[in-house]
């Protein structure tokens, strides 16, 4: 979230500890995580009791109950692949409602959330599907996600051969803490831009002038290619402009030197999308919730 301005109004913020296991069956388990629970220490609760599906999603800030609004990911899994269900307060009704998967409409980066219902629900926990493996024959089943991102490299700078749920996260902890900064010592949101996603027909005519531009063939066809990417090729990372700028190690992140005010930020977000929409004909659009 990016304040531009005073809020003039109530701010709650979500404070709801808890985690517990709701089901459990031989192969699966469902875990209910309150809003309140910190992310990443949900991710260590389940490495810890060997359950996988959100290993890749380690050290990302924020908490629990945030997670659905963007259906946040990271190297190749996203909450939707092991979302089932989160409980919401109606903010004009006071009623708990539940939200299934096919309910919250998960898109890249999107959700109802943020679209149909902005505004209109306070989430107070999310409970998700995990796979238990220490369950017999369920390790040999289970597909770790490393082929996306630098995780099979750093691996093998690791020297991890043998694949934990474990390993995979310290590995995604490694990179993240390499590339991305540290919220605590510099202020900054994470990645500020979605990747955008194009036609085939259009990456392969910017493919013929930029070769070795990336990009991520989908399932229904099109392409996505990495923002960052396409921000450092218009010249901006390590870039700094007044009290912001854009990080030096990940041009995606924005990043406020001490003194910027919000406004400082989303005019050099509008800046950086300007340039890439020239140079590449493609808009970036942003990640964060503009106030």
Request: overall charge neutral.
């Amino acid at each position: 979230m990016l304040l531009t301005k005073n809020y003039d109004g109530l701010v709650i913020r979500n404070c709801i500890p808890g985690i517990e296991i709701t089901s459990e069956a031989e192969h699966h388990v469902i875990v209910k995580a309150n809003a309140g629970v910190v992310w990443h220490q949900l991710v260590l609760w389940a490495i810890e009791r060997n359950y996988g599906g959100i290993e890749n999603l380690s050290l990302i800030p924020g908490f629990c109950g945030a997670a659905p609004m963007q259906n946040i990911g990271a190297y190749g899994v996203e909450i939707k692949d092991v979302f089932y269900e989160l409980e919401a307060v109606d903010i004009h009704t006071g009623d708990l409602v539940k939200f299934g998967l096919a309910d919250c409409e998960f898109g890249y980066r999107e959700s109802v959330f943020k679209g149909k219902y902005k505004g209109q629900f306070l989430i107070t926990s999310l409970s998700l599907r995990f796979v238990k493996l220490n369950s017999p024959h369920a390790f040999v089943r289970y597909r770790f996600k490393t082929d996306y991102g630098d995780i099979k490299e750093t691996l093998g700078q690791m020297q991890a051969f043998d694949l934990s749920i474990k390993v995979v996260s310290d590995a995604v902890i490694k990179i993240r803490s390499l590339k991305l900064p540290d919220p605590d010592k510099i202020g900054n949101a994470g990645s500020f831009f979605k990747n955008p996603v194009i036609s085939k027909e259009q990456f392969e005519t910017l493919v013929a002038k930029y070769p070795v531009m990336p990009g991520y063939l989908q399932k229904d066809g099109s392409v996505k290619v990495p923002a960052g990417w396409l921000i450092e090729q218009c010249g901006w990372k390590g870039k700094v402009v007044g009290n912001t700028g854009s990080h030096a190690t990940q041009a995606l992140v924005l990043v406020n030197y001490g003194h910027a005010t919000g406004n400082e930020i989303w005019q050099l977000a509008l800046d950086i999308q300007q340039s890439v929409k020239e140079k590449f004909g493609i808009e970036i659009l942003p990640e964060v919730n503009v106030v």
